[in-house]
């Protein structure tokens, strides 16, 4: 299993090099979950040991998206792959802070140029 790296303060972590990096943008929800659990598991197939999901660009996530970023990360648990959150809207940590996902999955610092600028659905959203 990937080793977590230094942390930053406040809870966050340095992102290593190498690490896997997926934009995700717009809307986490009960209407995007099958194409973002599938974007996500085939992002898991292509991997490096450390997948950081960058949540800067999501605007709304709901109970059925967390659901699917719970589901992928027990998947990748299986593969041997860990999952991060990086750089969540102040709406969104929040609701990551008080479901407690924030202490579930590693939290890393903001993410500026790096990673395959892939999103969770294409067009305008997951």
């Known amino acids: 299993m ?25 809307e986490l929800d009960l209407t995007t979950r099958e194409a973002l659990r599938e974007r996500l598991l085939n992002a898991l197939r292509h991997s490096t040991d450390l997948l950081i999901l960058d949540l800067s660009g999501v605007s709304f996530c709901d109970a059925a998206g967390l659901g ?35 202490r579930s999955f590693p939290m890393y610092g903001t993410i500026r140029g790096t990673g395959a600028g892939a999103t969770a659905a294409g067009q305008d959203g997951p």
């Open 68 to 102: 699917v970023l719970i589901g992928v990360q027990h998947q990748a648990g299986i593969l041997d792959i860990a999952i991060g959150l990086a750089a969540p809207r102040p709406h969104l940590a929040k609701v990551l802070r008080l479901t407690g996902l924030d």
């Open 2 to 26: 990937t080793t977590l790296h230094p942390r930053l303060g406040a809870g966050l972590w340095l992102i290593p090099p190498g690490a896997t990096v997926l934009h995700l943008r717009g």
